[in-house]
Nanobody, 120 residues
Framework: VQLQASGGGLVQAGGSLRLSCAAS????????MGWYRQASGKQREFVAG???????TVADSVKGRFTISRDNTKNTVYLQMNSLKPEDIVGYYC???????????????WGQGTQVTVSS
C-alpha cells in the first residue's frame, strides 16, 4: 500500500492550489484520510481530515480557505487551498487509515510530502 501525493507548486499570494493524494496497492477499505503540514524545524500539524462517509474537519488556521474532499471510488483525497498566504509555505503530507484485507485491521499510512510555495 502506498499514498502518492501531488499538486504542490509555486503560486502567488492569494492564489489557489489543489492537492491530491491517491492510495494504491492491495486495499480492502480506506478509512479516515487527512492532510497535515510541516514547516522546517517544526512539528507536523493537522490541516484537515475526512471520514469515508464524508464528514470533514478543518483546522481553525485554514478554515474558510481550505476544503477537503474525497473520491471513494478512486481512493483519493483532495485539499483545495484558496487565498494562500506566505505562511502556508510548508510541506503537505497526506495520511490514511487503510485496511488491506478483509481480515486485516486499519493501519496508518503516510504519503511523501508535496511542497507548496507562495510568492508574495
Amino acid at each position: 500500500v502506498q499514498l502518492q501525493a501531488s499538486g504542490g507548486g509555486l503560486v502567488q499570494a492569494g492564489g489557489s492550489l489543489r492537492l491530491s493524494c491517491a492510495a494504491s496497492g492491495t486495499i480492502f477499505r480506506v478509512g479516515y484520510m487527512g492532510w497535515y503540514r510541516q514547516a522546517s524545524g517544526k512539528q507536523r500539524e493537522f490541516v484537515a481530515g475526512i471520514t469515508s462517509a464524508g464528514d470533514a474537519t478543518v483546522a481553525d488556521s485554514v478554515k474558510g480557505r481550505f476544503t477537503i474532499s474525497r473520491d471513494n471510488t478512486k481512493n483519493t483525497v483532495y485539499l483545495q487551498m484558496n487565498s494562500l498566504k506566505p505562511e502556508d509555505i510548508v510541506g503537505y503530507y497526506c495520511n490514511a487509515n487503510i485496511i488491506a484485507t478483509p481480515a486485516g485491521r486499519p493501519l496508518p499510512y503516510w504519503g511523501q510530502g508535496t511542497q507548496v510555495t507562495v510568492s508574495s
